[in-house]
């Protein structure tokens, strides 16, 4: 069982280049969701997605950008990044929203200098 | 303002010991409580969800409580093991479709 794979593990961007962050998942699940994790800090929702072609902003939503075209890809978009943008990114996805468990990928560090 | 309040931030155990971690929130309205474990350098693990008619969950040695009406939950982690040694996550979820406050973790450390 793979559950949700996200890639790269690390990344190393310098100021204003742009990259894609993956997210797959194989348990046909609805919703999927990214966040980011910083030190001292909750988890932060950045973009949802409740079924493919629909998405929608969450908490943290500036310089990113998502799609959905298919059921199990959630692609996270950093548009132009930021040292702030520096932090560690988790896809999460659960059958439907509601009492439904998440179930997250492993993260992505991302270093912006 | 939705938040979530955990305490305490870290702790120190010794391997074979109960500990137990609290949670005090803020969110409404309120949908369901969660409780994840998260093992350095991977992504949170569920634990246990808890609705609104739940005060008792468990999930082998772990046992989450809720209180509803005090907004407070508790993690309670029976004859502890070296493998409990994670950060603990409470997050509370406030709208059908699973928006969820996260807490930033207490942290648990547990020594031979």
């Known amino acids: 069982n793979a559950g949700v794979t996200q890639t790269p593990k690390f990344q190393v961007l310098k100021t204003g280049q742009s990259m894609t962050l993956q997210c797959a998942q194989d348990?046909?699940?609805?919703?999927m969701s990214w966040y980011r994790q910083d030190p001292g800090m909750g988890l932060r929702l950045i973009h949802y997605?409740?079924?493919?072609?629909?998405?929608d902003q969450g908490e943290v939503p500036n310089g990113y950008n998502v799609s959905r075209s298919t059921t199990e890809d959630f692609p996270l978009r950093l548009l132009s990044a930021a040292p702030s943008q520096t932090s560690v990114y988790f896809c999460?996805?659960?059958?439907?929203?509601?009492?439904?468990?998440?179930?997250f990928g492993n993260g992505t560090r991302l270093t912006v200098t | 303002k939705n938040q979530v309040e955990q305490s305490p931030q870290s702790l120190i155990i010794l391997e074979g010991k109960n500990c137990t971690l609290q949670?005090?929130?803020?969110?409404?309205?309120?949908?369901?409580l969660r409780w994840y474990k998260q093992d350095t350098g991977r992504g949170p693990v569920s634990l246990t969800i808890?609705?609104?008619?739940?005060n008792t969950k468990s999930n082998g040695r772990y046992t989450a409580t809720l209180d509803a009406d005090t907004k407070q939950s508790s993690l309670h982690i029976t004859a502890s093991q070296l493998s409990d040694s994670a950060s603990y996550i409470c997050?509370?979820?406030?709208?059908?479709?699973?928006?969820?406050?996260f807490g930033a973790g207490t942290q648990v450390v547990v020594t031979p």
């Open positions: 999460a996805s659960s059958y439907q929203g509601g009492n439904s468990p998440l179930h």
């Open positions: 348990m046909n699940h609805e919703y």
């Open positions: 997605s409740v079924g493919a072609g629909i998405t």
């Open positions: 949670c005090n929130y803020t969110v409404s309205p309120f949908s369901n």
């Open positions: 808890m609705t609104f008619s739940e």
């Open positions: 997050v509370v979820s406030w709208d059908s479709w699973g928006k969820l406050q």
